[in-house]
């Protein structure tokens, strides 16, 4: 665990360059001793307060939200459609509110146990391809938004490896289901791994 990113990774104050710079790391949980984990092939960068498509437009500071106002290096989970739980990374400093969501990883470690969380049989795309999916494979639930990405006892984490990507390599679009964010919903702030086969399909 000596690898893990640290502050000053996610402090940084531009997440669109965070959201490319998580690509080829790894997110790791560890629930009951259990390590799952998946190299990160896709995300989606937020940032309040000008973006639209944020839950914190216009500084929107609400029971959910505010924890997108803590300093970078924590995690921001919520509810979509009440069924799918999406894990997303705080990012920049204090009352900024920036994140990242994490839209789709390769899986690494116990892929046994993420098939069995998923009610897979078998391995393929749909295991962990889009953001709920992920946090399901991985064990991620809305009870840990808040959770620290940086302490060493926390039982989520990124860590770094030798895998980077130049911008050749990294496909950027448009973001998801984010029509109603206006002229926001145009910026290309989505960014995917070029023929990975696990980032989610292309809407």
């Known amino acids: ?50 973006d639209k498509a944020c839950h914190a437009y216009s500084n929107k500071r609400t029971k959910r939200t505010e924890v997108m106002f803590h300093e970078g290096g924590c995690a921001y989970v919520y509810l979509c459609y009440g069924i799918h739980h999406l894990f997303n990374v705080v990012t920049g400093t204090e009352d900024m509110a920036q994140a990242v969501l994490i839209r789709a990883i390769q899986p690494v470690d116990g892929i046994d146990t993420m098939l069995a969380r998923r009610k897979m049989t078998k391995i393929a795309t749909r295991l962990s391809a889009g953001p709920g999916t992920l946090s399901q494979a991985l064990g991620i639930q809305t009870q840990h938004t808040g959770l620290s990405l940086i302490d060493k006892n926390s039982p989520i984490w990124i860590e770094n490896t030798e895998q980077t990507y130049t911008e050749k390599q990294i496909i950027a679009s448009p973001r998801v289901g984010v029509a109603y964010a206006e002229e926001c919903a145009l910026w290309n702030w989505r960014f995917r791994v070029k023929d990975n086969q696990w980032t989610s399909k292309a809407k």
Do not use: C
Not at 10 to 24: E, H, S
């Open 1 to 50: 665990m000596n690898n893990r990113l640290d502050a000053t990774f996610y402090t940084r104050t531009d997440v669109v360059q965070v959201a490319k710079d998580l690509l080829g790391k790894t997110l790791v949980t560890t629930f009951d001793g259990i390590r799952t984990s998946g190299m990160i092939v896709e995300t989606e960068a937020y940032r309040a307060p000008d």
